[in-house]
């Protein structure tokens, strides 16, 4: 049996040879970890007033049921009504 070789094709060579002077080349390399930091911390900080936005009205409306529901039960007056008439 005889291991078959092929040559790379010219196309695979420049590709190769393109990724490894990208991969040592840095000269710019501060700006793109900028960039891609910066992206980052504003998706988490968009995040971040999302949450607290949500949360904010998750309370307001938490705090309507609660007093709706103390309005009905004084308004039923529920230590003096029995459990029948309730349901």
Same mark, same amino acid.
């Given at each position: 049996?005889?291991?078959?070789? %092929?040559?790379?094709?010219? /196309?695979?060579?420049?590709?190769?040879? !393109?990724?490894?002077?990208? &991969?040592k080349?840095? *000269?710019?390399?501060?700006?793109?970890?900028?960039?891609?930091?910066? %992206?980052?911390?504003?998706? /988490?900080?968009?995040?971040?007033?999302? !949450?607290?936005?949500?949360? &904010?009205?998750?309370? *307001?409306m938490?705090?309507a049921?609660?007093?709706?529901?103390?309005?009905?039960?004084e308004?039923?007056?529920?230590?003096?009504?029995?459990?029948?008439?309730?349901?």
């Amino acid at each position: 049996m005889s291991a078959y070789k %092929s040559e790379p094709s010219p /196309a695979h060579k420049n590709v190769s040879q !393109f990724l490894r002077r990208f &991969v040592k080349h840095t *000269k710019g390399s501060i700006a793109m970890t900028f960039g891609i930091a910066a %992206s980052v911390l504003l998706a /988490a900080g968009g995040m971040a007033i999302d !949450f607290g936005l949500i949360t &904010v009205q998750k309370n *307001k409306m938490q705090n309507a049921v609660d007093a709706a529901t103390l309005a009905a039960g004084e308004e039923l007056q529920v230590s003096s009504t029995s459990k029948a008439q309730i349901l």
